[in-house]
């Protein structure tokens, strides 16, 4: 069974940085053919792709974030890494990492990390 | 603003079928693209219900039905029950090589 967790500071302030990773455990990132995706939800609200990244490196970002956003794969380590740079109030939300399969579609998630942007 | 359109709510007594629309345009779901559905609860990731248009991943229950026509979208609860109350958000492809959410519905059971 895939299973996904975030880890990162929960707390970042305004204009830095965000940098979470996502471990993937029960499979390895380097089989299949699939993508590794970031998403997110602001409290109350909905779903917003951020981006995905293939075994490979290959990248796409959600064009209204893609100036600020970098994803990248350590397949030695089963991880993946997004880093969200000039964060403001408006990036608090929570972090969801998830593996894409065809669709696409997102099968398997993990539990989720809040970041709050606060000084 | 949601690329997909939904509903902001939906209720239904217990044992009432209900559909919660999804709709978007020639640029995603018009386009041919795979509508898949997740359903979530409070302080929990989205689960996947629907894939691939009308497919139940393994464990679903097929009290839960998909399905597509032109650019629209909809999803089937039968004999709804109260664990059903929960967040269903659709979700597709767009032609600008985005993965595009709805903005959710909640459904209510009376």
């Known amino acids: 069974q895939v299973q996904l967790q975030e880890s990162g500071p929960g707390l970042v302030k305004p204009s830095q940085t965000l940098s979470l990773t996502c471990t993937v455990s029960g499979g390895s990132i380097s089989s299949g053919s699939y993508y590794w995706g970031w998403i997110r939800q602001p409290a109350g609200r909905g779903l917003e792709w951020i981006g995905r990244?293939?075994?490979?490196?290959?990248?796409n970002y959600n064009p209204s974030l893609k100036s600020r956003v970098t994803i990248s794969v350590d397949t030695s380590k089963n991880q993946f890494s997004l880093k969200l740079s000039s964060v403001t109030a408006a990036d608090t939300a929570v972090y969801f990492c998830?593996?894409?399969?065809?669709?696409?579609?997102?099968?398997?998630w993990g539990p989720g990390t809040l970041v709050t942007v606060s000084s | 603003q949601s690329v997909l359109t939904q509903p902001p709510s939906v209720s239904g007594a217990p044992g009432q079928r209900i559909t919660i629309s999804c709709t978007g345009s020639?640029?995603?779901?018009?386009?041919?693209?795979?509508v898949c559905w997740y359903q979530q609860f409070p302080g929990t990731a989205p689960k996947l219900l629907i894939y691939?248009?009308?497919n139940r991943p393994s464990g679903v229950p097929d009290r839960f039905s998909g399905s597509k026509s032109g650019s629209s979208a909809s999803l089937a609860i039968t004999g709804l029950q109260s664990d059903d109350e929960a967040d269903y958000y659709c979700?597709?492809?767009?032609?600008?090589?985005?993965?595009?959410f709805g903005g959710g519905t909640k459904v209510t059971v009376l």
């Open positions: 998830a593996r894409e399969t065809t669709g696409p579609s997102f099968d398997y």
């Open positions: 990244i293939y075994r490979s490196g290959t990248t």
């Open positions: 979700q597709s492809y767009d032609s600008s090589l985005r993965v595009v």
């Open positions: 691939a248009d009308n």
């Open positions: 020639t640029s995603n779901i018009g386009a041919g693209y795979d």
